[in-house]
């Protein structure tokens, strides 16, 4: 198990487009009518050396994507956890 993430931070648009993505994990999640929709949560690596996972979640975040900062040990155990949705 992933040890947990610090609380969510936003990167500025420079450091994202900049970023390193190397991961993708795909999943597939239903709402409450019935539908199901696609979430793609993107691993990138930044210029500076750090980790983030860019989280993309329509309904709790109204559409929009966070970063959250991972270690490089997060960053392993997000790989090894459910390795069968990962994209890379």
Avoid: N
Avoid at 1 to 13: N, S
Avoid at 47 to 76: C, M, N, T, W
């Amino acid at each position: 198990m992933a040890p947990k993430a610090k609380p969510l931070r936003h990167l500025r648009a420079r450091d994202i487009a900049e970023a390193v993505h190397f991961a993708t994990r795909v999943s597939y999640k239903r709402w409450p009518t019935g539908v199901w929709f696609e979430l793609r949560d993107r691993m990138v690596r930044t210029a500076d050396g750090q980790f983030y996972l860019i989280e993309d979640h329509p309904i709790k975040l109204d559409g929009h994507e966070v970063a959250r900062p991972y270690s490089l040990a997060s960053v392993f155990a997000w790989l090894h956890d459910c390795p069968q949705q990962i994209e890379l």
